[in-house]
């Protein structure tokens, strides 16, 4: 079956402890991207990877970083948590084909809290 | 930069009513367009997108949307409402600027009442 998943799909933690939260696809993409989710806010671009080893900025990404190192990951790494990191993240990929109007695939989503 | 607007934060009709969510986008030029539903505890998934091959675009559970350059829309609408549409609604649009970013309006929950 073709799938987004992500781990874990929720977590509790505390401000400045280093988390990763990864996200494999089995669909052969070259394109993954990563959103946060808040009330009255949407989704927000955090991270976005054209194929390994290319990532670029989407429009949040402070505090976050990504690596892409393998065409099926795409974790993304909090290295010193804050509160305002809480929200709902999810993962997303599509292929390049076509880009900019291919349609994205989205994972599970991962509820993160940061106390 | 582009940007989605989506008014209404919470729409609410009847089942057997008309769903209109409205999306207007800022661009100028002729921006790729989507509309995403998200279901409780799920993730997003695509209903319908405007590559600019047709001007309405007929997605999947008889959702669809008109793109209007004139008025810089992309409303969707569902002649009959059902109680399984009830979900939040999210409008996007694709940056053309070779950066392959997305922008995501802040959604519309819709709300069917029997």
């Known amino acids: 079956e073709a799938q987004v998943t992500q781990n874990p799909r929720y977590l509790i933690t505390v401000t400045g402890k280093k988390l990763t939260v990864t996200c494999s696809q089995n669909?052969?993409?070259?394109?993954m991207s990563w959103y946060r989710q808040d009330p009255g806010l949407g989704l927000r671009q955090i991270y976005y990877s054209m194929n390994v080893e290319v990532t670029d900025k989407g429009d949040v990404p402070e505090g976050y970083k990504v690596s892409r190192k393998e065409k099926r990951n795409f974790p993304l790494i909090l290295e010193s948590p804050s509160p305002n990191q809480t929200s709902l993240y999810f993962c997303?990929?599509?292929?390049?084909?076509?880009?900019?109007?291919?349609?994205?695939?989205f994972g599970p989503g991962t509820r993160l809290l940061v106390l | 930069a582009q940007s989605v607007t989506q008014l209404g934060s919470h729409v609410s009709v009847s089942e057997g009513a008309l769903v209109l969510l409205r999306c207007n986008y800022s661009s100028s030029v002729p921006p790729y367009l989507f509309w995403y539903v998200q279901y409780p505890n799920q993730g997003l998934q695509l209903l319908l997108k405007?590559?600019?091959?047709?001007?309405l675009v007929k997605g999947i559970n008889g959702f669809e949307a008109e793109f209007k350059k004139s008025e810089t829309s992309f409303h969707l609408t569902k002649p009959s409402a059902h109680m399984s549409d009830a979900a939040e609604y999210f409008c996007?649009?694709?940056?053309?600027?070779?950066?392959?970013?997305?922008?995501f309006g802040t959604g519309t929950r819709l709300k069917v009442l029997a």
């Open positions: 669909m052969n993409h070259e394109y």
């Open positions: 997303a990929s599509s292929s390049s084909g076509t880009l900019p109007s291919v349609t994205q695939y």
């Open positions: 405007y590559t600019s091959a047709a001007t």
């Open positions: 996007a649009v694709s940056e053309l600027s070779g950066t392959y970013k997305y922008i």
